[in-house]
């Protein structure tokens, strides 16, 4: 089993430079979730999905920040155009149904510059 | 200068010594808890869970405690060893929601 997935693991960019990152759920599973980490806020809820339809984005800060899940074994989080305030570790979850136990991903480290 | 951010709480215990980390919760109305533990570098991960319905659930090494009446949740980690050096959430299912909390730093001394 290999659990979710996420890529990069590692990104760098410059302010202004647009960002997609990807997650690919465990099978099976039918809800997803995009966490935002950070020193000052801890873990954020961004945005979940049940079935590949966004149910919740009330965590999404700003237009900037897009979420796509274009079937149930992969989801994208966009941000256009990012921000040095974006920076943060950004963590895909699944889980069977929702709200229950998730499955976190390794995360991918955003730095922007 | 000071640094500015989450103030995780702290617990610091002796290599085989038992470790208690405490979190409480906000919504009496939450049904389901999750205890992760989050290691640097890494995601956070599913240790055991329990359900309003009961008041302690044992797993390898760890119980988890709940105390509705006060919205209490414990973990208890039996003979702590270095591996278990890490943030430990909890989280809350309410309200058609699932909450973390802020996590307590556990570091394992040799």
């Known amino acids: 089993d290999a659990g979710v997935i996420q890529s990069p693991r590692h990104e760098v960019t410059e302010m202004g430079q647009e960002v997609t990152l990807r997650c690919k759920p465990i099978s099976g599973h039918n809800s997803l979730f995009w966490y935002r980490q950070t020193m000052m806020r801890g873990l954020e809820l961004l945005i979940y999905?049940?079935?590949?339809?966004?149910?919740?984005d009330s965590g999404m800060p700003e237009d900037r920040f897009s979420a796509k899940m274009p079937n149930a074994s992969f989801s994208t989080l966009k941000i256009q155009p990012s921000e040095p305030r974006d920076s943060a570790v950004y963590f895909c979850?699944?889980?069977?149904?929702?709200?229950?136990?998730?499955?976190f991903g390794p995360g991918t480290r955003l730095t922007v510059l | 200068g000071e640094s500015v951010g989450l103030h995780l709480p702290t617990l610091s215990v002796q290599e085989g010594d038992n470790s208690i980390i405490n979190c409480a919760y906000s919504n009496s109305a939450s049904d389901y808890f999750i205890w992760y533990k989050q290691e640097s570098g890494k995601g956070p991960q599913f240790i055991i869970d329990i359900r309003s319905n009961m008041d302690k659930r044992q797993g390898q090494r760890v119980t988890v405690l709940l105390n509705k009446t006060v919205k209490h949740l414990s973990l208890q980690i039996a003979a702590t060893q270095p591996g278990d050096s890490a943030v430990y959430f909890c989280?809350?299912?309410?309200?058609?929601?699932?909450?973390f909390g802020a996590g307590t730093r556990l570091t394992v001394k040799p």
């Open positions: 999905f049940n079935n590949n339809v966004p149910i919740d």
């Open positions: 979850a699944s889980s069977t149904s929702r709200p229950d136990t998730q499955y």
């Open positions: 989280a809350e299912r309410g309200n058609n929601d699932m909450r």
